[in-house]
């Protein structure tokens, strides 16, 4: 796989991706197509990890996609923090957890691809 031909259209699916997820974590509540117990923290984690996989293969140079990719664990704590204001959100440690889980996954996940591709 070639990443440079691919990195711009990559990297605006990221961006809209960040958009997307701080738009349904900032309105006051989510219904989650399936729900079981700590249905919320799967979705976080495989949300995050996406924000992750996408900079990972998006950016050439691999310091930045690392930096790129742990700065979402920074938006998920601001977003968490952001939620405590909310009618019907509550502020979790747990979902950080299971965000910044999701990020350390999807790095690793990227690397994994990255590697095979090479």
């Given amino acids: 796989m070639e990443f440079s031909k691919w990195s711009r259209s990559i990297l605006l699916f990221w961006g809209i991706s960040i958009c997307i997820v ?12 399936i729900d079981f117990w700590n ?31 742990l700065s979402m664990i920074i938006l998920g704590v601001l977003l968490e923090i ?16 299971a965000n910044s889980l999701g990020v350390i996954l999807g790095i690793f996940l990227a690397d ?3 590697s095979r591709s090479e």
């Fill in 112 to 114: 994994y691809l990255r």
């Fill in 22 to 33: 701080i738009y349904y974590s900032l309105i006051p509540q989510v219904e989650f197509p």
């Fill in 39 to 69: 249905a919320d923290k799967v979705y976080h984690c495989a949300a995050y990890g996406w924000l992750a996989v996408l900079p990972m293969i998006g950016f050439a140079i691999r310091r930045l996609a690392v930096s790129a990719a």
């Fill in 82 to 97: 952001g939620q405590y204001y909310i009618p019907g959100r509550t502020f979790s440690l747990l979902d950080i957890t």
